[in-house]
């Protein structure tokens, strides 16, 4: 009878460390979301590990809902922090038109944490006009 619960305890054990996080590990990133100093109204935020400075790990996203961004939200996925590249784009409203978009590198901490994003007004959408095809 002991020998049998020794065992069971000895296999509880080693199976503690598989019921852990899949994968890498995630952090939770937050903040406000501001083009030209206002809110942006919908888009989403991805955090890549930027890879020209050594970095690597799982891609991060978050959608922006009234000027706030949030990892850990619906369909969210937390980032692997360090080295980043961060790719921003703003909509007028879910599935509107697009507003802005931007991206850039900075060293987010490898822990949980707050980040407010500012787009700046140079990052505006221009209006793309296509040729007309000769006759």
């Known amino acids: 009878m002991r020998t049998r619960l020794f065992s069971l305890l000895i296999l509880l054990l080693l199976l503690i460390p598989a019921c852990g996080e899949d994968g890498p590990r995630r952090y939770k990133l937050s903040g406000d979301a501001q ?7 919908y888009g989403d935020v991805i955090f890549t590990p930027d890879g020209s400075k050594s970095n690597s790990g799982p891609q991060g996203v978050a959608y922006i809902n009234n000027g706030k961004f ?34 850039w590198s900075v060293d987010l901490p490898r822990a949980d944490g707050k980040y407010d994003i500012k787009v700046p007004k140079e990052a505006a959408a221009k209006k793309v006009t296509k040729p007309q095809p000769e006759i």
């Open 35 to 41: 083009f030209d100093g206002q809110p942006i109204v």
């Open 70 to 103: 949030d990892t850990k939200g619906p369909e969210g996925k937390g980032i692997a922090g360090g080295p980043t590249v961060i790719h921003v784009r703003g909509l007028s409203a879910q599935g509107g038109r697009l507003i802005c978009e931007y991206e």
